[in-house]
T-cell receptor, first 116, second 111 residues
Framework: EAQVTQNPRYLITVTGKKLTVTCSQN?????MSWYRQDPGLGLRQIYY???????DKGDVPEGYKVSRKEKRNFPLILESPSPNQTSLYFC???????????????FGPGTRLTVT | EDQVTQSPEALRLQEGESSSLNCSYTVSGLRGLFWYRQDPGKGPEFLFT???AGEEKEKERLKATLTKKESFLHITAPKPEDSATYLC????????????FGKGITLSVRP
């Protein structure tokens, strides 16, 4: 089954304690991205990756890190979480077609993070 | 800057009462307009992609249309299981395949 998986699904942590949220896709997609979703603000992009070893900032990258060492995995790292990073996080992936029409993105089930 | 505005914010319908959801957008060149459905606590689920004005796509009770400034998601004879938040997103040309999302429309269908 084609899917994007995220772990953990729920996480409660304390300020300053480093954490990693994993994301994996089995569709051989080149493009992967992280979004956060907050009430009244909608989905906002944190980081994205066009392929292995290629990553770039989205709209709200402060306080986050990512890496793309393998095509299927795109972990999100919070080195020193703060309460304003409490949110619902989604990983997404898609194929990439250069210069042409956009492909739809497929989303994971989400990770609900609470930082106290 | 790309912008997406969805209206109304919330919509309550009686089962069988058809209606439309609106998505207005401002983007410098449209690579694609996407509709997603999101159930509470879950990730967005892809519904449609529209690429050019005049294009229409249908899936069961849903029909999406596109003009140069807006898209509509028409829901014909909705059922309670159509209750969800419907998200519209646009993608502009460029190396970053970022989606710019609207804030969504929460649809409730009463039996």
């Amino acid at each position: 089954e084609a899917q994007v998986t995220q772990n953990p699904r729920y996480l409660i942590t304390v300020t300053g304690k480093k954490l990693t949220v994993t994301c994996s896709q089995n569709m051989n997609h080149e493009y992967m991205s992280w979004y956060r979703q907050d009430p009244g603000l909608g989905l906002r992009q944190i980081y994205y990756s066009m392929n292995v070893e290629v990553t770039d900032k989205g709209d709200v990258p402060e306080g986050y890190k990512v890496s793309r060492k393998e095509k299927r995995n795109f972990p999100l790292i919070l080195e020193s979480p703060s309460p304003n990073q409490t949110s619902l996080y989604f990983c997404a992936s898609s194929s990439v077609r250069t210069g042409g029409l956009g492909y739809e993105q497929y989303f994971g089930p989400g990770t609900r993070l609470t930082v106290t | 800057e790309d912008q997406v505005t969805q209206s109304p914010e919330a919509l309550r319908l009686q089962e069988g009462e058809s209606s439309s959801l609106n998505c207005s957008y401002t983007v410098s060149g449209l690579r694609g307009l996407f509709w997603y459905r999101q159930d509470p606590g879950k990730g967005p689920e892809f519904l449609f992609t529209l690429y050019s004005a005049g294009e229409e796509k249908e899936k069961e009770r849903l029909k999406a249309t596109l003009t140069k400034k807006e898209s509509f998601l028409h829901i014909t004879a909705p059922k309670p299981e159509d209750s969800a938040t419907y998200l519209c997103a646009v993608q502009a040309p460029g190396a970053n395949s970022k989606l710019t999302f609207g804030k969504g429309i929460t649809l409730s269908v009463r039996p």
